[in-house]
Nanobody, 122 residues
């Protein structure tokens, strides 16, 4: 079992930055692949970024490449999403997720946080 709690969301102007954190509890965090997803109003949940259990592999959806960085600290059971050069289209509820396989498919992640709202004003 893994419990996930996101924080760090908020309101920011376009071009600004935010850093999301996801604190995990449970013995399997350090062996879990982690990911960030987001869901905007009226849209389906979409993959944003993923990271392997060791942190050695990361991947991103095209729209955030070069702007967002996912990282993790297994000593603190935390995964981060650094978001720079934010755009209004990044506005969404952001969720962290834990799973056994690092994929873009939400169905492969078994544990989810409650989400944190990110709003980017133009």
């Amino acid at each position: 079992q893994v419990q996930l709690v996101e924080s760090g969301g908020g309101l920011v102007q376009a071009g600004g930055s935010l850093r999301l954190s996801c604190a995990a509890s449970g013995r399997t965090f350090s062996s879990s692949a982690m990911a960030w997803f987001r869901q905007a109003p009226g849209k389906e949940r979409e993959f944003v970024a993923g990271i392997s259990w060791s942190g050695g592999m990361t991947f991103y959806t095209d729209s955030v490449k070069g702007r967002f960085t996912i990282s993790r600290d297994n000593t603190k059971n935390t995964v981060f999403l650094q978001m720079n050069s934010l755009k209004p289209e990044d506005t969404a509820v952001y969720y962290c997720a834990a799973g056994t396989t690092m994929t873009r498919a939400s169905g492969n992640y078994h544990y989810w946080g409650q989400g944190t709202q990110v709003t980017v004003s133009s």
